[in-house]
């Protein structure tokens, strides 16, 4: 995921160059600086931040501190790992079709909804993010499970180290925020492709 990182830091670099002067190198196409912005962000939270940060760090120090030999669930690590690549390419495609998605890395209608941006970048933004979320859910349930269940016996809680209590409580917050990121982004969709209306007013 380094080289995520090496994307992520160049798209922030055509964002620094662009606010280096006065109109910026993109004042005549917004919309590739907006592309720029949205990719860099989300690139940089769901595709290094949280594989990296969380989930390399915790598959590697959590077994070490908890006196286990290895994660509750391996297979289902293993999944939450390899389910990465195809949201990652995705979003990385998304830059490149007509014009790109460009609504923001919140992605709040309606500048994403199908008014202002009904290219089909977009969705593809929609379901890479959904595909991260499962895969950051698994590896949530995973931390969990083995903080819960298989540290060594005399690692009360009291006893265990602040960044075991860090990781448990990240994929907490994780278990309740990435589902309902789910349900907006669902919604978000149905309001591009289904005429409904949630974000209609």
Do not use: K
């Amino acid at each position: 995921w380094f080289w995520s990182d090496l994307v992520g830091t160049g798209l922030s670099f055509q964002i620094r160059l662009n606010l280096a002067q006065p109109g910026g190198i993109y004042s005549d196409m917004p919309q590739l600086y907006n592309v720029i912005v949205t990719s860099h962000a989300l690139m940089m939270i769901f595709f290094f931040v949280m594989p990296v940060m969380m989930g390399g760090f915790g598959n590697w120090l959590i077994p070490l501190m908890i006196g286990c030999t290895d994660m509750v669930f391996p297979r289902l690590n293993n999944l939450s790992y390899w389910v990465l690549p195809g949201p990652l390419f995705m979003l990385l495609v998304s830059a490149l079709i007509e014009g790109g998605a460009g609504p923001g890395w919140t992605l709040y209608p309606p500048l994403s909804a199908s008014m202002f941006h009904s290219t089909p970048g977009m969705d593809l933004v929609i379901f890479a993010l959904h595909i991260a979320g499962f895969g950051s859910i698994m590896s949530s349930l995973n931390f969990m499970s083995t903080i819960g269940g298989a540290r060594f016996y005399g690692l009360i809680p009291e006893r265990m180290p602040i960044f075991i209590w860090a990781m448990f409580v990240t994929s907490w917050l994780l278990l309740f925020s990435l589902p309902v990121l789910a349900g907006g982004l669902t919604m978000l969709l149905t309001d591009r492709h289904a005429n409904t209306s949630f974000f209609r007013p």
